[in-house]
């Protein structure tokens, strides 16, 4: 990551990539939990907890892109 960058930025970047990896851990817990139930609604519960994890690690991963493409950063 440049050393040019302001350290709001720089920060930024940080937070975004621990929240991307927050959300993989989540969905690595919740595959984990529906393959332990044995309750057929929960199971389906756990599955869209999982889906948003997902859902959630897209949104993060494309406002990343964009904000490397912003101040032009490769990624780490």
Request: glycine share 4%; no cysteine; hydrophobic share 45%.
């Amino acid at each position: 990551m440049s050393d040019k960058l302001p350290e709001n930025i720089r920060a930024l970047f940080l937070t975004f990539k621990q929240a991307i990896e927050a959300e993989r851990a989540a969905q690595a817990t919740y595959l984990q939990a529906k393959e332990l139930s044995d309750d057929a609604v929960l199971a389906g519960i756990l599955e869209g907890f999982y889906r948003d994890e997902v859902r959630h690690e897209r949104i993060l991963m494309a406002r990343y892109k964009l904000l490397r493409e912003q101040f032009g950063v490769e990624d780490e």
